[in-house]
């Protein structure tokens, strides 16, 4: 007799989470937004969620992308997909849809006019494979900035500088100041990202264009790209005591007077944020390196998992909605430092270094992304070579010039 | 009356001690599935291009040559023949001049060999972020002595890629030679306290008596501890992870960590399957010989 | 040498774990050239004794001199002596040669002295085909020899043998005996001896010392202790079958002693009593086996008529067990006239074969 009821009374609480209200469905969404700013930045969007009756279930993977996308990948290939996960804009995902793992939004993209509304478009192609939409861009993120601290280069006696070319030459008075000149984090992606700023704002859009999106060997061999290796080198002198791992130590660094500079994508703005900096006051940012003022138009985007669940499934679009509507995007990036993708919203909050952003934005003056043009193959390739280039001091500029040209060479 | 044998044959083979076999198929299907089936699968998918996910588009060999036209391939192999010379031979001395003073019936044994022991019981992501924080040069040894007044002293391996890869031993040994030591004990208790005695009598000086008679005598519990601690060498991953992240600039790259950064950073399955078929082949150059001259000798003897 | 032709001198040697004593104030003089064995139960202190003398654990108090020099405090290898384990401790991974070769080396002694010792050491102990093998494929028998060899190439002055023979076989152990004896008479060293085995104390040894509890109970010749054992203890240790031990008192009856057991009488006069006399009191009487005639029809000082209980035969003896008074008694006889259970036989010995000890202290008397 007491066995029944036990057996029952247990098939009972077992039933129980089952038996939610219908409509109110838990989403487990991953991402790598762990750093303050970030983290701030992703609460909007989980209150934004909870705010159509369904639950957010928060799934951040710490370590930065590189940690955290192998585990998106083995979770979803594995067979136990979460329902929503962060990668960045471009060719990351791009065998996961092929191999139909991802669900497609293209009735949702339809109704809401996804087309019309993100700008530039090439954010959504970045999401079409083969006229299907699967996934949604959140917001556009750009490299190409240069991060200064007013503090540093007080202390120096040297005035803040303007362009590249003066911040390499207030370099000598930095380091006499007792301060690191160009603060760059150890993860190699940093030091990649810093070569490929460099390479637009010395050798312009076009040189840019033909090496990652043509591939093409001749021109990342040639004399353009040997002067960007040369800054490069000017780069590796001026970071040589830079001993932090991520990046966003680095940019404590500068918030903290104790470098002058780094080269970071506008997501750094978040940190500031939240040291309560004021752009222009207590830091400078120089877009294109003050130099070519071009901004690269990356970010990150949301990809959906096929699931089994219906009540899961029909969450999954309301979430999607929700990550585009005009105020929930105007909340989430004003505290990450990115750029909304609708071109409909109201952006009179936006500080300093963002309105200047969304000025060459409306001027036109982007390029795409690197994740959106090379393989995460390729990419690791730069990774490698850029992290030894940084930390050899005897390793010549010709020859990791070389070594460039093979890998572009070699890329799909 | 006829004279039919009445002959019992013996009983098949296969079916004697029938419960032992039925209870071992599980692990037969495992090592046979699992390890063997494994091995192969990576071995052909090797010669693919596989991406993120595993395809049968093969390319012959040149997932291998890219491997090998790899600098930081080449840094993973330096740096493993680095390591694990250097981990085998320190480990053993270390190990065994531990085991022996511990031997000499002091008091306190069992403290002391729990201290030693202690850090084997931590995994190496614990042991790598430890060490890291220990030679940090901003609060770790470095900034202690200076601030006892030596200020020009300098101890900063993990920043300094010549000699990185010895701050990464450093964290090893003090990790792994806990275990030697004990192995060692444990052969040096086998010893016949009378050859000590015989020995003292012969007038031989300790120190020849452990390297002339007690350590040949010791050649199992070396070879145990050898096994040991080789397959800790190659399995080096986490350690290099926790501690350097492979840095600075790649210099403490180790090919455990080529396979992971490339099957699943680099979504390129088919380079990390290259990689880990070399790192078997590197294992079975060593093992293969070694169990010819263990094993095979001894069917002729 | 001035050292009246005593090989090894031990003085007021006392040795203590902690609060146990395990050798109490012993003393000990052993000649030049004699073969002395310690003798006694696990746990009486002859090893530990021995491993004294070889200086392999150190003296609480007390003194040990070897061939006049004072060698209380030197290692081992300077006391000119060698040592025979009984687990043999050969070196296993070194051939015999190498064996026997190896503390002469590290000694740093020359190449064709060590190549002389090792020739003359294998002749002695014939082991010269086995020279190149290693321990692992001699027998028990050969690597015991080469155990004596390693101590004889040191050309040392004293042999020490802690129970060397306690790991072989019966046959092996009375081969190897004569073995040992034999290189005794050869080489005429002073040899140091440890063993339980009785046997091999009685044959190889010029005294024996029995040992018990960390003290020395006798230190005589081996006939000496067998036929006039010092106490109770040595009396039961030596022989075997042991003495027969019969309980009652000692009464002086017309000043003549007579020892009074269960009704019988027993008359003492060819008794020899010690310094202090015969004296009346509680006392045992001891009788060996032997020492029992069976139905022998001649005139004994004593003769009684007991019963057959038990009959051993054991080969060449047989052994009968009685009852006198109402006490055991066994009896040692020619297999060839052996009585049969449940017969009577008269039995007849003479005290001056017997031994006479205190009831309380187990001291002769």
């Given at each position: 007799?007491?066995?029944?009821?036990?057996?029952?009374?247990?098939?009972?609480?077992?039933?129980?989470?089952?038996?939610?209200?219908?409509?109110?469905?838990?989403?487990?969404?991953?991402?790598?937004?762990?750093?303050?700013?970030?983290?701030?930045?992703?609460?909007?969007?989980?209150?934004?969620?909870?705010?159509?009756?369904?639950?957010?279930?928060?799934?951040?993977?710490?370590?930065?992308?590189?940690?955290?996308?192998?585990?998106?990948?083995?979770?979803?290939?594995?067979?136990?997909?979460?329902?929503?996960?962060?990668?960045?804009?471009?060719?990351?995902?791009?065998?996961?849809?092929?191999?139909?793992?991802?669900?497609?939004?293209?009735?949702?993209?339809?109704?809401?006019?996804?087309?019309?509304?993100?700008?530039?478009?090439?954010?959504?192609?970045?999401?079409?494979?083969?006229?299907?939409?699967?996934?949604?861009?959140?917001?556009?993120?750009?490299?190409?900035?240069?991060?200064?601290?007013?503090?540093?280069?007080?202390?120096?006696?040297?005035?803040?500088?303007?362009?590249?070319?003066?911040?390499?030459?207030?370099?000598?008075?930095?380091?006499?100041?007792?301060?690191?000149?160009?603060?760059?984090?150890?993860?190699?992606?940093?030091?990649?990202?810093?070569?490929?700023?460099?390479?637009?704002?010395?050798?312009?859009?076009?040189?840019?264009?033909?090496?990652?999106?043509?591939?093409?060997?001749?021109?990342?061999?040639?004399?353009?790209?040997?002067?960007?290796?040369?800054?490069?080198?000017?780069?590796?002198?001026?970071?040589?005591?830079?001993?932090?791992?991520?990046?966003?130590?680095?940019?404590?660094?500068?918030?903290?007077?104790?470098?002058?500079?780094?080269?970071?994508?506008?997501?750094?703005?978040?940190?500031?944020?939240?040291?309560?900096?004021?752009?222009?006051?207590?830091?400078?940012?120089?877009?294109?390196?003050?130099?070519?003022?071009?901004?690269?138009?990356?970010?990150?985007?949301?990809?959906?998992?096929?699931?089994d669940d219906a009540d899961k499934t029909a969450a999954q679009e309301v979430l999607a909605s929700t990550m585009l509507n005009p105020a929930t995007q105007v909340s989430f990036n004003l505290k990450k430092g990115s750029v909304p993708v609708r071109g409909d919203v109201d952006v009179s909050a936006a500080n300093d270094c963002m309105k200047k952003g969304l000025d060459i934005l409306a001027k036109g003056n982007i390029i795409p992304d690197t994740n959106q043009l090379n393989t995460e193959d390729t990419n690791n390739q730069l990774n490698d070579l850029f992290v030894e280039f940084f930390k050899t001091p005897s390793m010549t500029p010709e020859d990791a010039q070389k070594r460039f040209a093979d890998i572009i060479a070699s890329a799909d | 009356m006829n004279t039919t044998e009445d002959t019992t044959r013996r009983p098949s083979q296969l079916f004697r001690n029938l419960n032992a076999k039925v209870a071992s198929i599980p692990m037969i299907m495992t090592a046979l599935l699992v390890f063997l089936g494994g091995t192969v699968w990576t071995i052909v998918y090797s010669f693919t291009n596989s991406k993120l996910l595993p395809r049968l588009k093969f390319v012959g060999l040149d997932q291998y040559e890219r491997l090998w036209s790899a600098s930081r391939w080449w840094t993973s192999i330096e740096n493993l023949l680095v390591y694990g010379v250097l981990s085998l031979i320190f480990s053993l001395v270390i190990g065994f001049l531990l085991a022996a003073l511990l031997d000499q019936k002091i008091r306190f044994e069992g403290l002391f060999r729990t201290i030693f022991l202690y850090p084997f019981a931590l995994s190496f992501v614990v042991t790598g972020l430890t060490w890291q924080w220990i030679l940090n040069p901003d609060f770790g040894v470095q900034h202690i002595v200076r601030s006892l007044g030596w200020e020009s002293f300098v101890f900063n391996p993990l920043y300094d890629q010549r000699i990185v890869i010895y701050g990464i031993l450093i964290a090893g040994l003090w990790q792994g030679t806990g275990l030697v030591m004990c192995l060692m004990l444990a052969g040096l208790r086998g010893i016949d306290e009378d050859i000590w005695k015989a020995a003292r009598v012969d007038g031989i000086p300790t120190w020849k008596t452990y390297l002339f008679i007690v350590i040949p005598m010791m050649r199992p519990v070396f070879i145990t501890t050898l096994v040991i601690i080789a397959s800790g060498i190659v399995r080096l991953y986490d350690l290099v992870v926790a501690q350097t992240s492979g840095g600075p600039g790649g210099a403490s790259e180790v090919p455990a960590k080529y396979v992971y950064d490339y099957m699943f950073l680099a979504q390129n399955l088919g380079q990390g399957f290259a990689a880990s078929t070399m790192m078997l082949l590197s294992v079975a150059i060593i093992v293969v010989p070694w169990a010819y001259l263990e094993f095979g000798g001894k069917k002729r003897g | 040498m001035g050292n009246d032709g005593v090989s090894v001198s031990i003085r007021n040697l006392s040795l203590n774990f902690g609060a146990v004593s395990v050798l109490k104030s012993l003393d000990l003089d052993i000649q030049d050239g004699e073969f002395l064995v310690l003798l006694g139960p696990s746990g009486c202190g002859k090893s530990t004794l021995l491993n004294c003398i070889a200086g392999l654990m150190d003296v609480t108090d007390g003194q040990i001199h070897i061939k006049g020099r004072n060698v209380t405090w030197e290692e081992p290898k300077d006391r000119g002596i060698g040592m025979v384990f009984q687990s043999y401790a050969l070196y296993p991974q070194m051939s015999v040669r190498g064996n026997l070769s190896f503390g002469l080396k590290t000694a740093g002694m020359a190449k064709d002295e060590i190549a002389k010792r090792v020739a003359r050491t294998a002749d002695v102990l014939q082991i010269e085909p086995l020279l190149d093998r290693k321990p692992s494929q001699l027998s028990g028998g050969q690597r015991q020899r080469v155990a004596i060899g390693r101590a004889l190439v040191r050309d040392v002055d004293v042999f020490l043998f802690d129970e060397p023979l306690s790991n072989l076989d019966a046959k092996l152990r009375s081969e190897l005996r004569v073995e040992i004896k034999r290189l005794h008479q050869k080489l005429a060293n002073t040899m140091i001896y440890v063993t339980h085995d009785q046997i091999e104390a009685m044959t190889l040894a010029d005294r024996i010392a029995v040992m018990r509890s960390g003290q020395i109970q006798q230190l005589d010749a081996p006939q000496t202790i067998y036929s006039r054992p010092v106490n109770r203890y040595v009396a039961d240790f030596i022989g075997s079958p042991g003495m027969n031990f019969i309980e009652g008192e000692v009464v002086l009856s017309d000043g003549a002693p007579r020892f009074r057991f269960d009704g019988l009488d027993i008359p003492l006069a060819n008794y020899q009593f010690d310094k202090a006399g015969a004296q009346a009191g509680q006392a045992t009487f001891g009788i060996r086996p032997e020492h029992v005639a069976v139905n022998s029809g001649d005139d004994w000082p004593f003769s009684a008529s007991v019963p057959v209980e038990i009959v051993e035969p054991m080969g060449s003896d047989t052994l009968v067990w009685s009852r006198l008074g109402k006490q055991a008694l066994t009896i040692r006889v020619s297999s060839e006239r052996a009585p049969r259970v449940g017969e009577n036989v008269t039995i007849g010995f003479d005290p001056m074969n017997a031994s006479l000890f205190d009831a309380a202290s187990g001291d002769r008397l």
């Open positions: 007799m007491r066995y029944s009821i036990m057996t029952a009374a247990l098939a009972a609480s077992v039933a129980l989470p089952l038996a939610a209200p219908a409509g109110a469905a838990e989403l487990e969404v991953t991402h790598w937004w762990t750093s303050g700013g970030e983290a701030a930045a992703v609460a909007e969007f989980a209150k934004a969620f909870e705010a159509t009756g369904n639950t957010w279930v928060d799934g951040a993977i710490a370590g930065g992308g590189s940690t955290a996308r192998p585990v998106m990948v083995s979770r979803i290939t594995g067979g136990s997909p979460m329902a929503a996960t962060q990668f960045n804009t471009g060719r990351q995902a791009e065998e996961l849809v092929e191999a139909g793992l991802m669900r497609d939004f293209t009735e949702l993209a339809e109704k809401e006019n996804w087309k019309e509304v993100i700008r530039p478009v090439s954010l959504l192609e970045g999401c079409t494979v083969d006229g299907k939409v699967y996934c949604v861009p959140v917001n556009i993120h750009s490299w190409q900035w240069l991060w200064l601290s007013n503090k540093a280069f007080e202390e120096a006696g040297v005035p803040v500088p303007t362009n590249w070319d003066e911040f390499v030459a207030a370099g000598p008075a930095l380091e006499k100041a007792g301060k690191i000149p160009l603060a760059i984090g150890g993860q190699s992606w940093q030091t990649t990202g810093t070569f490929n700023v460099l390479i637009p704002a010395i050798a312009g859009k076009d040189v840019f264009l033909k090496v990652y999106q043509d591939h093409d060997a001749e021109v990342a061999a040639g004399p353009e790209i040997a002067k960007v290796f040369q800054a490069a080198d000017d780069a590796r002198k001026l970071s040589a005591k830079s001993n932090v791992q991520d990046w966003n130590q680095a940019t404590n660094l500068v918030i903290t007077g104790q470098a002058g500079g780094q080269i970071m994508g506008d997501w750094a703005q978040g940190e500031f944020q939240v040291a309560g900096q004021v752009a222009g006051e207590d830091y400078t940012c120089l877009p294109g390196l003050g130099v070519n003022e071009l901004i690269s138009t990356g970010g990150d985007s949301f990809y959906f998992p096929k699931l | - | -």
